[in-house]
């Protein structure tokens, strides 16, 4: 049952898509322009609120947030109307004469609920396919990033149609409230515990949903590469964002036999890109909360070796850190890390490594370095994740064409581009046929000839 007293909003979203606003091509052009009006005129804003958060530096604001969105807007707009378009089908001679076709529909009010380690791009980029597929939403970004969750309910109001689209703050407990009204599209990210309980009270309403989770995303580094670029690529995937990133590589697998330069490259490269105290680099950000920085530390503790290693409680401040000699029954392994802990396994034989792979858990990427063409389709071949990167990481999240999602308990479901624009739509089939003929083959009584006739005809034209 609705329960509008608690959440007014809801009632004023349902009626304007009752009413069809947000389904006319203009409405949604229209809002994905003001969507990006925000993200330019408020850039420094969202700079400063991102930063207050956990210090991320305007530069990688800039590349993982605003950047990002705004890239996202400008593929929506430039594709929207062929997406948008109906698309005919031919009609079986049996059913003719008729005009079939099918178009993608929006479901109507849709919640988002956002994690905090990309907090403008995780409630956002739902929510410009949410609008492009011509729904009302309600955006709730994550309380743990305190600062631009207030930036977006205060800040977007003023540029979107507050008649469509809400945004409302909270924890745990107002995100349960809302799960307890009747939305029809939840679209989730976060920790796989949470997920299950979204699941769970999305199935209380039988509502469709996304789960974008985490887990533990391998990188494989083979012997048949430059080592070089593999460890600055690794370098700056893992401690970007320090480590709090879905898609970060959350554990190494490394040819035994290039092991010990691998290592020395990516202690290279992290004196490069942070200096020999990364605590004072402006573009390493910190720990989220006292909560993640205590986890990190534990898990500090309990591994033998490592490089980096130094914490700060007063700051949240974990150092880029290497762990090594790690095997994968070690508690370093049990859990998606998050965090600028990077744990290296090495191996002798690419099918052992797979297995540990396909042991570990489905993650949402998977990374592979090898020049080797018939190792990376091997690779490929041998092992399930959400996406995979040979060669780099992180940019299969950023290409709008890619869908980008997970598999098993990383999630299901997925978005960007096309993919986001699906995801906030369903398939409608609508069949036209003319009143006239109306033979009587198809109503009863049918008695013996009609049903040989029957058999022959419905079964020959499909
Ligand atoms: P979280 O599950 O703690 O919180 C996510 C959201 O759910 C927040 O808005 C929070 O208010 C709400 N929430 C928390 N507990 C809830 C409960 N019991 N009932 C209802 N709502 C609740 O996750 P987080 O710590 O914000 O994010 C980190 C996790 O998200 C990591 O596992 C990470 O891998 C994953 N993640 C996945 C993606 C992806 O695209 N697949 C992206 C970013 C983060």
């Given at each position: 049952m609705q329960n509008d007293q608690v959440f007014p909003e809801l009632a004023v979203l349902r009626k304007t898509f009752e009413q069809g606003i947000t389904r006319d091509f203009s409405w949604r052009r229209s809002q994905l322009l003001a969507l990006e009006a925000f993200l330019v005129e408020r850039e420094e804003d969202i700079a400063d609120a991102v930063h207050d958060d956990f210090r991320k530096s305007p530069a990688e604001t800039f590349l993982t947030e605003t950047g990002y969105l705004r890239g996202e807007i400008r593929f929506a707009l430039k594709h929207l109307k062929s997406w948008m378009k109906p698309h005919r089908v031919s009609i079986p001679l049996i059913y003719q004469p008729g005009k079939g076709s099918y178009s993608r529909e929006p479901y109507g009010v849709v919640l988002i609920i956002g994690a905090w380690n990309y907090p403008l791009n995780l409630s956002l980029a739902p929510l410009i396919s949410a609008i492009a597929a011509g729904n009302c939403a309600v955006v709730k970004p994550s309380e743990l990033a305190p600062h631009t969750s207030k930036l977006i309910a205060e800040g977007l109001g003023r540029y979107v149609d507050r008649r469509a689209i809400c945004v409302i703050e909270g924890g745990v407990e107002k995100t349960k409230a809302l799960l307890e009204e009747r939305f029809d599209y939840l679209f989730f990210t976060g920790s796989q515990s949470t997920g299950r309980e979204v699941m769970h009270a999305a199935a209380r309403h039988l509502t469709p949903l996304t789960l974008e989770l985490g887990g533990k995303c391998p990188c494989i580094v083979d012997e048949d590469t430059d080592l070089r670029v593999a460890a600055r690529r690794i370098v700056w995937a893992k401690f970007l964002n320090a480590g709090q990133t879905?898609?970060?590589?959350?554990?190494l697998l490394v040819h035994e036999k290039v092991e010990g330069e691998l290592f020395g490259q990516m202690r290279e490269a992290i004196s490069d890109f942070?200096?020999?105290?990364?605590?004072?680099?402006?573009?390493y950000p910190r720990i989220v909360n006292r909560h993640h920085f205590h986890r990190l530390e534990k898990l500090l503790a309990a591994s033998s070796s490592w490089s980096g290693g130094i914490t700060d409680e007063d700051d949240y401040y974990v150092a880029p850190t290497i762990l090594q000699g790690?095997?994968?029954?070690?508690?370093?392994?049990?859990?998606?890390?998050?965090?600028?802990l990077l744990p290296v396994i090495a191996y002798s034989d690419i099918d052992a490594a797979l297995v540990t792979i396909r042991s570990v858990s489905q993650p949402l990427a998977l990374y592979l370095f090898s020049s080797d063409p018939k190792l990376q389709d091997k690779v490929v071949r041998h092992s399930c994740s959400g996406g995979v990167c040979i060669n780099?990481?992180?940019f299969q999240a950023s290409v709008s064409r890619l869908p980008f999602g997970g598999i098993g308990s990383s999630g299901f479901g997925s978005y960007h581009g096309k993919a986001g624009f699906d995801t906030f739509s369903f398939q409608r089939s609508v069949l036209k046929r003319s009143i006239?003929?109306?033979?009587?083959?198809?109503?009863?009584?049918?008695g013996r000839r009609k049903l040989r006739f029957l058999k022959r005809i419905v079964t020959l034209f499909h």
């Open positions: 879905c898609i970060a590589p959350d554990y942070y200096g020999s105290d990364p605590r004072m680099s402006p573009d790690v095997t994968p029954g070690d508690e370093v392994m049990l859990l998606e890390i998050f965090g600028p780099d990481l992180l006239f003929p109306d033979p009587d083959l198809r109503y009863p009584p049918y």
